[in-house]
């Protein structure tokens, strides 16, 4: 299927300041993002961002790079304002500017579960730590037999009412899926999510996939072809990805 890839890179983040340009191994984050992006089949792979700095750091990497509005406030409204001239059908992939480990078989992976019942689509993978299903920073998703995605929560779903009574247990089987933050989308879709108000779900949670939900979009829920390490929210992830990429290289 033929897609494209948006990385949306907002300049500002309480947590780690100018984070679409902390080094990494020698290159900026967002150029290592884009990196993974490039080596997936996408027909093309831009960088929105809402600061020259970015534009200028992605001269040379292969990427296209677009200064956006400033004022937006999601990545899927950043991501919207790229794929505004593109046709309904097209497929684009919303790739987040912060996860420069993500394996580009899974941007691949993503774009080719949409198909003429699932108009949005996005990946999990399975959680092995208990604590992990407990953690609100974490978020669970379940799915129906066909593979669609039923509901997403930073609450423990599904809730083991025997099993977890006493908190976390022991050990917990395979039914537990953490969403993972990639999404692909036909622009008609996309267009219509950022044109909806705030649902009352997305506001209890804070997780704007609710609302494609609240308005009856399918969501094709997949299993990730590979392990996608988690992105850059702190110090503490940058320096874990820092000695990741050291010792790739």
């Known amino acids: ?13 309480t947590r ?13 984050m967002i ?36 200064l956006s509005r400033g004022d937006h406030r999601s990545g899927s409204d950043r991501v919207m304002e790229v ?10 992939v919303n790739v987040q500017g912060d996860e420069p480990l993500i394996p580009p078989v899974v941007i691949d992976q993503v774009a080719g579960l949409i198909d003429d019942q699932c108009d949005v689509a ?3 993978e399975p959680i ?35 099993g977890f009574s006493d908190g ?6 395979t039914l537990w899926q953490r969403h993972i933050g990639i999404y692909a989308y ?9 044109s909806y108000p705030a649902s009352r779900l997305e506001e209890i949670e804070a997780l704007e996939q609710l609302r494609l939900l609240d308005h009856g979009h399918a969501i094709a829920l997949g299993a990730a072809k590979a392990p996608v390490p988690g992105g850059v929210d702190t110090p503490a992830d940058l320096n874990r990805v820092r000695a990741v990429l050291r010792g790739a290289e």
Not at 16 to 28: C, E, N, Q
Not at 83 to 92: F, H, M, R, S, Y
């Open 186 to 194: 036909r622009v008609g879709a996309l267009r219509a999510f950022v």
């Open 1 to 13: 299927m033929r897609y494209r890839v948006v990385i949306p890179a907002r300049y500002g983040s």
């Open 122 to 124: 996005t990946l999990s």
């Open 83 to 92: 794929a505004t001239a593109w046709p309904d059908d097209e497929v684009v």
């Open 128 to 162: 092995t730590e208990p604590a992990d299903v407990f953690d609100p920073n974490i978020v669970k998703v379940v799915a129906d037999r066909c593979g669609r995605a039923l509901y997403f929560s930073r609450a423990p779903i599904p809730w083991h009412r025997e």
């Open 168 to 173: 976390p247990p022991p050990q917990i089987g």
């Open 16 to 28: 780690l300041p100018g984070k679409p340009l902390v080094d990494i191994a020698g290159k900026p």
């Open 31 to 66: 150029v290592r993002v884009a990196e993974q992006a490039l080596r997936s089949k996408a027909a093309q792979v831009v960088v929105a961002t809402d600061d020259a700095r970015v534009v200028d750091a992605m001269g040379g990497s292969g990427a296209e790079a677009v």
